[in-house]
DNA sequence: GTCTATAAATGGATAGAC
DNA sequence: GTCTATCCATTTATAGAC
């Protein structure tokens, strides 16, 4: 019984961030405001202040969290043994993760929020995300950093066209492998190393 | 001298819109406020009602002027005969016009303002914009829906990361050219015909 | 730990005098 | 056409009672 205070706490702020999510979706990250997330968990607005410092420490909660429900989805996928397979496995995750919620994607993956920087610690959760993604392109020979940084940009155009211009749909992303093969055979053809 | 009272007013429009331009580059597009703009071009608040009817109006007019600069910067570019070349010469001019101004780009490329959409007609200048990539595109070869739709995703890809990790240098940028190789070649290959 | 009340700032828009 | 004054709404944050 020792811990059931910080307990029903721990459970009280994960509804709180629940809850923001569910706004922000509605209205966007910044369109969250902290009245309308206390009155959706049942509360008055500064009664948050025991939870979070500040709304920038409810930003910094949140991102840690879009990042660890990232991370914890690379997990559960099951990747072909194949390398350039389970990069595209990989990607393909990604992408699902950042189009099925734009609210999300936008505080996790988009500098919108004036003056928010997450810190050290959460931002660690975002580059250790990055880093399996690195990893697998690695593991399919994509080495050079210049080459890394093009499958990453264009992961990320395809994401932001299909997000803009056509939510839910297939238009953009349909292409991921077919690009992915274009830049993987590039950056591993011989021919590249002789420049 | 009857059209004298017409050209002051349109002289202070342009001037308001610069000034506009210069605030947005300081505190973001969205952190443009319209006491800010007026103290700006020596006025109050309430003063610039009499040239836009509202905040919106103001954005519209920036939308529509900024993709005038992008038409005129397009139209002032000499293009190699050679079509790929003229290709890939207008997606840097694009790229380089991007760049150049982030707060232009927030409200020309992205969809940041919280209610704001642009008029028809100011659309329109955006959509022409848009049509001279394009054709230059096909000239090149490139006339499938979906391998145009690859190479602007691609594009605003790497302007994107440019500007986000790296403004004012290339690490993203300078893959442009590599890139459009490897898409146009994929595109205009007869192998991609048999499937 | 939650509340009421309020501070303090911002920012868009309007009324009406001049 | 420009001003002052004001309205109205929003939102973050704090003080202090309970």
Redesign the pocket.
């Known amino acids: 019984m020792a811990g059931s ?1 910080a307990l ?2 721990e459970a ?1 702020i994960a509804s709180i961030i629940e809850a923001a999510w569910e706004l922000a979706r509605e209205h966007g990250i910044g ?8 009155r959706e968990v ?6 948050l ?10 930003f910094d909660a949140l991102f840690a969290a879009g990042n660890r429900q990232l991370l914890e989805r690379l997990d559960a996928t099951t990747f072909p043994h194949e390398p350039r397979a389970a990069l595209k496995r990989g990607l393909a995750v990604f992408v699902e993760f950042a189009l099925e919620d734009s609210a999300r994607s936008e505080l996790l993956f988009q500098r919108h929020i004036p003056g928010f920087e997450p810190t050290r610690e959460s931002y660690g959760l975002a580059e250790e995300a990055l880093d399996r993604l690195v990893e697998l392109m690695h593991d399919a020979g994509v080495n050079e950093q210049g080459d890394v940084d093009c499958l990453v940009a264009v992961t990320a155009g395809l994401i932001d066209a299909q997000m803009s211009n056509d939510p839910g749909g297939d238009r953009w992303t349909r292409h991921l492998d077919r690009l992915v093969d274009l830049l993987v055979d590039d950056a591993t053809t011989k021919r590249r190393r002789s420049r």
Do not use: C, D, T
Not at 31 to 38: D, E, N
Not at 50 to 57: D, I, L, V
């Open positions: 205070v029903r706490r009280k369109g969250l405001s902290l009245h309308a997330l206390a049942g509360m008055r607005q500064p009664s202040y025991e939870y979070f410092a500040s709304k920038h420490a409810l």
